[in-house]
């Protein structure tokens, strides 16, 4: 007898994801095993540390924001799912470390990891049409398998859900001059660690939970470090070497002049300006629209609003 349960795609297998599955596997009433594709080596997602990006055999980086001293700016309280609390021992505020095995012993227990395809990057989700005697939509999913060959295989799912993240592709704007600037120049995707920039005058572009923490490592190492931002300025007690500025007006060969004139020599600029939202898997039919923080056409930022059998979990994590 066939099986008439649901089939669900699960794209990306960090913390989102593997909640999605969790909650498929509960219900297998109702759903078949998930398929959960995750184009990295391991689970685990933005919290999987990489010291350098790893390279699938095609050259194409599989890359982690995560940087080496970052510790949850929420406490683990909050950050647990209702069913599976941390250990008491631990701190509030943890490191990265202790949240990625989290979500193994959490993949773990719920028995999700039989489920996992890794070095399984999804290129193409496409609806189709079925007519029977109620007409609904299916997914054809399209997954290359990066590690062992090119081999790309296209299944067919009832629904799929999204749980690939926020945080692969780096926003960047274009500032006056950048092209000039001769000092190293990278955003805080790729930043690991503070001990490159000793003894250096470093500038950050943004005051988010990333520049303000980025910002006070290397201000231990650094001799200087410059901290640009539109917001209202930090009240808190700062390092000595710490220095708030207004925007960037613009770049020059060897240094950077802000809104208020101020203008300093530097060796490095971290640009901490978020993330651009990206579903290359998408085609035109399903794509999705990005205006800074809002993604559309999506109800409740969570179920297509065209395609109802399409969902975007975790997209404001």
């Known amino acids: 007898m066939a099986d008439e ?11 989102a994801g593997l909640c999605a599955a969790r909650h498929i596997l509960a219900r297998q009433d109702l759903f078949a095993p998930p398929a959960v594709f ?18 699938t055999d095609d050259e194409c980086p599989v890359s982690s924001s995560m940087y080496r001293d970052l510790r949850t700016n929420l406490p683990k309280e909050i950050m647990a799912f209702p069913d599976h609390p941390f250990a008491s021992s631990l701190p509030s505020f943890i490191p990265h470390q202790d949240v990625l095995r989290y979500l193994q012993s959490y993949a773990e227990r719920f028995g999700i990891l039989e489920y ?54 780096p926003y960047i704007p274009s500032i006056p001059g950048m092209e000039e600037f001769e000092g190293c120049l990278l955003h805080s995707h790729t930043y690991r660690f503070p001990e490159p920039f000793s003894g250096q005058t470093v500038a950050l572009l943004g005051a988010g939970p990333s520049g303000i923490d980025i910002a006070l490592e290397l201000s231990a190492v650094a001799e200087r470090v410059i901290l640009s ?40 600029f971290i640009f901490c300006t978020g993330y651009n939202y990206r579903f290359p898997f998408l085609g035109d039919d399903a794509r999705l629209e990005a205006d800074k923080d809002l993604v559309y056409p999506l109800y409740k930022h969570l179920v297509h609003a065209r395609f109802p059998t399409l969902f975007f979990i975790g997209l404001w994590c």
């Open 38 to 55: 995750e184009s990295a080596e391991q689970i685990g997602g933005t919290w999987v540390y990489q010291e350098v990006p790893s390279m």
């Open 5 to 15: 349960r649901l089939r669900v795609a699960v794209i990306g297998a960090g913390a």
């Open 116 to 169: 996992v395809k890794l070095h399984s990057l999804v290129e193409s989700v496409k609806p189709v049409l079925i007519t029977t005697e109620h007409e609904r939509v299916s997914w054809d999913v399209t997954v290359r398998h990066i590690k062992n060959s090119p081999e790309r295989v296209t299944e067919r799912f009832h629904a799929v859900m999204v749980c690939s993240g926020h945080y692969s592709d």
């Open 229 to 268: 931002h539109g917001k209202t300025p930090l009240s808190c007690r700062l390092p000595e070497n710490l220095l708030q500025v207004p925007a960037v007006r613009r770049f020059s060969r060897h240094s950077v002049t802000f809104e208020d004139g101020s203008k300093h020599r530097l060796d490095a």
